[in-house]
T-cell receptor, first 116, second 114 residues
Framework: AQKVTQAQTEISVVEKEDVTLDCVYE???????LFWYKQPPSGELVFLIR??????QNEISGRYSWNFQKSTSSFNFTITASQVVDSAVYFC?????????????FGKGTHLIIQP | EAGVAQSPRYKIIEKRQSVAFWCNPI?????LYWYQQILGQGPKLLIQ????????DSQLPKDRFSAERLKGVDSTLKIQPAKLEDSAVYLC????????????FGPGTRLTVL
């Protein structure tokens, strides 16, 4: 069975600090996809990134970067020079490709608070 | 491009009553998902449709929950009868096809069961 663990329930940092959100996953499949979503106070889930299991290259998008390591089953997310607008709940999620059933398994989320 | 639409946005009912939620996915998206998000937790998949067929309903409490997508476009999720523990946000998502594409989420319906 697949599982996603986000051990950090809440993180609070001061604006402009760097912050890393941890994500550890479990799956028996060799083909799978990992995602990060942002859920601001408005409640709507916003897609940030998708990574497939065969692509271990790290990715950078502006102030956001992702570190995927299959050896440790981790897919961590770093925000550089954090801003107040980054305050939200961040979810890591996993999707397997079993016969087209690819619903996401989410972690419990990390509540990120950026203080001015 | 219009996003995923859901209605109502809020609903308050008493336990043992029935309730229905509606979702209209992004135009052209063949795959539709319903998730339940209990306060303080991540969303949990309830059911996945591919066009008008069910792909995965393994986590749907079928004794009280039902869902349909008759014409392969919009979908309805029903709870009958509701229990206190059904209080949650019900999220609808759609994607262009399975396996590789991101899922786009609607704003959700917040259900409170008293």
């Amino acid at each position: 069975a697949q599982k996603v663990t986000q051990a950090q329930t809440e993180i609070s940092v001061v604006e402009k600090e760097d912050v890393t959100l941890d994500c550890v996953y479990e799956t028996r499949d060799t083909t799978y996809y990992l995602f990060w979503y942002k859920q601001p106070p408005s409640g709507e889930l916003v897609f940030l990134i998708r990574r497939n299991s065969f692509d271990e290259q790290n990715e950078i998008s502006g102030r956001y970067s992702w570190n995927f390591q299959k050896s440790t089953s981790s897919f961590n997310f770093t925000i550089t020079a954090s801003q107040v607008v980054d305050s939200a709940v961040y979810f890591c999620a996993l999707s397997e490709r079993g016969g087209g059933a690819d619903g996401l398994t989410f972690g419990k989320g990390t509540h990120l608070i950026i203080q001015p | 491009e219009a996003g995923v639409a859901q209605s109502p946005r809020y609903k308050i009912i008493e336990k043992r009553q029935s309730v229905a939620f509606w979702c209209n996915p992004i135009s052209g998206h063949a795959t539709l998902y319903w998730y339940q998000q209990i306060l303080g937790q991540g969303p949990k998949l309830l059911i996945q449709f591919q066009n008008n067929g069910v792909v995965d309903d393994s986590q749907l409490p079928k004794d009280r929950f039902s869902a349909e997508r008759l014409k392969g476009v919009d979908s309805t999720l029903k709870i009958q009868p509701a229990k206190l523990e059904d209080s949650a946000v019900y999220l609808c998502a759609s994607s262009h096809r399975t396996g590789t594409n991101e899922q786009f989420f609607g704003p959700g319906t917040r259900l409170t069961v008293l």
